[in-house]
């Protein structure tokens, strides 16, 4: 736990080109998780100071394919707004930033750490630390395109043979980005082992943009910890905020001074109840049932019986059944809770 002074200390904000960036406390790009509801949902509870739509194909950014995947649909509360674009053809990953930009994002960014063979496979996301050149070619296309930041997410290198974050980092920095996203595990890694903050200062140290730092974040008195020891300027932070959607906002009682915010079992129950509610809403039957399909294993993961209702979950044939499965799975904590 930070003491009073040191939590006075850490920084509370960055920029992103002209964009304040307040809390520097903020929300990881997850695919297939963070669309539009999940970002408004955490939004709302406070404590965010950014969101970011998930990762989305250059390729796939025509008036068809946006009404197809809706991966760039947002709300103006939302803002401010990141989408993220993957590609490595320099004009066509520059013609996707223009349309990023009259979409109305307020900064773009470029994932240079996905590690999935699917997007690596065709050259995208951390393919693109096996080829700095084309890198550095890539982002100074999409730097010329738009009048908007352009931020970089990255890991720390392809594999243990070949890290190359700090390079990568200055490289970004040449090309006119104007904050750095580091998740500093490798692409061989995946999400093996831990990821290795030091490798976040280490940036921190090389360039004078700002650098943020992402990786097994998952709990609030922890991010600040990560804030005053990397030195990084701000924390982004993904599955955590998948197993607890109220870790911005405990980040803020803290700092605060005010006891954080411990979520009962009826206000987890409550939490996926008002999720699948607006998911329900905004896309009915299947596609709602599959995003609790994505949420609900990382949601449980440190609770007992986890195992058995993440199964029952991903067996539901409906939504309606996956909300039984749920209700009877939290009521008896409810009642010992309240007893
Ligand atoms: C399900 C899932 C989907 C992800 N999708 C993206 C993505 O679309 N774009 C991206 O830059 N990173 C993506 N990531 C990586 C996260 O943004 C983050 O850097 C990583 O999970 C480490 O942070 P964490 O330990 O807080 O989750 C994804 C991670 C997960 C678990």
């Known amino acids: 736990m930070l003491t009073r002074e040191e939590l006075d200390s850490l920084p509370d904000h960055y920029h992103v080109g002209h964009m304040r960036i307040a809390p520097n406390i903020t929300l990881a790009p997850m695919a297939g998780v963070t669309d539009s509801i999940f970002r408004r949902i955490i939004l709302r509870m406070g404590g965010c100071g950014l969101v970011s739509t998930e990762m989305t194909n250059a390729a796939s950014v025509s008036p068809k394919a946006l009404r197809r995947h809706h991966l760039l649909d947002f709300y103006p509360e939302e ?22 930009e009259q979409l109305g994002a307020d900064i773009l960014d470029i994932n240079c750490g996905c590690p999935s063979p699917k997007i690596t496979g065709g050259g995208h996301g951390a393919s693109l630390l096996r080829d700095l050149p084309k890198m550095g070619r ?103 905020a998948m197993e607890n959607p109220w870790i911005f906002m405990q980040i803020a009682q803290i700092r605060r ?50 195992s058995h209702v993440r199964v029952a979950v991903h067996t539901s044939l409906s939504l309606e059944q996956a909300r039984g499965t749920l209700e009877a799975y939290f009521e008896p904590f409810i009642e010992t809770a309240t007893a």
Request: aromatic share 6%.
């Open 79 to 100: 803002r401010p707004l990141t989408m993220q674009l993957s590609g490595n053809e320099p004009d066509l990953i520059a013609a996707a930033a223009r349309t990023v």
């Open 138 to 240: 890539v982002l100074r296309a999409v730097r010329a395109a738009v009048q908007i930041p352009v931020t970089l997410k990255f890991r720390a290198g392809w594999d243990e043979q070949s890290l190359n974050f700090l390079d990568t980092a200055k490289l970004a920095e040449d090309a006119g980005v104007a904050a750095l996203a580091l998740h500093p595990r490798t692409r061989e890694q995946a999400y093996k082992g831990s990821a290795d903050w030091s490798r976040v200062s280490a940036v921190k140290r090389a360039v004078s943009i700002p650098v943020i730092g992402s990786g097994d974040v998952k709990d609030a008195h922890d991010a600040l910890a990560r804030l005053r020891d990397s030195g990084a300027d701000g924390v982004m932070i993904g599955r955590g």
């Open 257 to 306: 001074g005010e006891p954080p915010f411990q979520p009962t079992p009826a206000d987890k129950l409550d939490f996926l109840l008002r999720y699948m509610a607006m998911c329900e809403e905004e896309m009915p039957g299947r596609p709602a049932l599959n995003k609790l399909k994505q949420l609900i294993g990382q949601f449980v993961v440190d609770l007992p019986g986890a």
